[in-house]
């Protein structure tokens, strides 16, 4: 089991825990449709990434069948 050699302070050991925070997401704009979307992520709206669509929407697929 391991024993620390010295005590370590709190205020050692809360600036060590100073990176440790989360930061919220940094959303940007669809060039296509300007929904909020994840940087370097296909839009979940509309399916397109750097401005070209990739995935085909369900109302794509719709009217496909039809």
């Known amino acids: 089991m391991a ?3 010295n005590k370590v302070s709190k205020s050692r050991r ?3 825990r100073a990176h440790d925070s989360l930061e919220g997401a940094n959303p940007n704009e669809c060039e296509n ?3 909020l979307k ?3 992520h296909i839009c979940p709206s509309c399916g397109h990434y750097a401005s070209k669509e ?3 929407t369900d109302l794509d697929l719709d ?3 039809a």
């Open 54 to 56: 990739v995935i085909g």
């Open 38 to 40: 994840r940087p370097h």
């Open 63 to 65: 009217e496909d069948a």
């Open 3 to 5: 024993v620390q050699q």
């Open 33 to 35: 449709c300007g929904e």
């Open 14 to 16: 809360n600036n060590r």
